[in-house]
T-cell receptor
Framework: GQNIDQPTEMTATEGAIVQINCTYQ??????LFWYQQHAGEAPTFLSY??LDGLEEKGRFSSFLSRSKGYSYLLLKELQMKDSASYLC??????????WGAGTKLIIKP | GAVVSQHPSRVICKSGTSVKIECRSLDFQATTMFWYRQFPKKSLMLMAT?????????EQGVEKDKFLINHASLTLSTLTVTSAHPEDSSFYIC??????????????FGPGTRLTVL
């Protein structure tokens, strides 16, 4: 079957760094997406990894290990506006995104 | 960047009526669009995959006669919730895949439509 595993909730301090882990099992694999979703809004695209390694994009970085079925999203210099849910979504062999429940990130001053 | 719009953003209707939601890709062509439904505090649920010029592919458990999808052009897909009931109240989100973009696998999400059925 297909499965996504992320922590349900994480708390971090403004200005700090946080790493959100994601493990997955899919039928085939065509890359993995990270999305940010603020409450009541649609998810917004953050990153896409298809090759192993780290992709850096400003304060956000995303890492992928295909052999381990593992990815993480790294957020640096946390800001209050980063409080949101972060969705890990691998793409299966049919090019469909497999969604998990996401990780709710709470930023405290 | 690629922009996807949805209209309306919010709709309130009476039970038994039908509601149409539009999803448009504003600056790119999308041969494939997706319709999702989000339940409170849960992940997005894929309802159907909409392909331009052909019938939509529905996920298991989604009634195709209740959720009518039409993808008549490369920039527009519509979802019609027929004979809506209160249990259909939800946040409906569409996404579109840029057919001609370098990242052709990336889905761009619309802002969502909040449907409330009284």
């Amino acid at each position: 079957g297909q499965n996504i595993d992320q922590p349900t909730e994480m708390t971090a301090t403004e200005g700090a760094i946080v790493q959100i882990n994601c493990t997955y099992q899919t039928s085939g694999f065509n890359g993995l997406f990270w999305y940010q979703q603020h409450a009541g809004e649609a998810p917004t695209f953050l990153s896409y990894n298809v090759l192993d390694g780290l992709e850096e994009k400003g304060r956000f970085s995303s890492f992928l290990s295909r052999s381990k079925g593992y990815s993480y999203l790294l957020l640096k210099e946390l800001q209050m506006k980063d409080s949101a849910s972060y969705l890990c979504a691998p793409m299966d062999s049919n090019y469909q995104l497999i969604w998990g429940a996401g990780t709710k990130l709470i930023i405290k001053p | 960047g690629a922009v996807v719009s949805q209209h309306p953003s919010r709709v309130i209707c009476k039970s038994g009526t039908s509601v149409k939601i539009e999803c448009r890709s504003l600056d790119f062509q999308a041969t494939t669009m997706f319709w999702y439904r989000q339940f409170p505090k849960k992940s997005l649920m894929l309802m159907a995959t909409s392909n331009e010029g052909s019938k939509a592919t529905y996920e298991q458990g989604v009634e195709k006669d209740k959720f009518l999808i039409n993808h008549a052009s490369l920039t527009l897909s519509t979802l019609t919730v027929t004979s809506a009931h209160p249990e259909d109240s939800s946040f409906y989100i569409c996404s579109a895949r840029d057919s001609g973009g370098l990242d052709s696998d990336t889905q761009y999400f619309g802002p969502g439509t909040r449907l409330t059925v009284l």
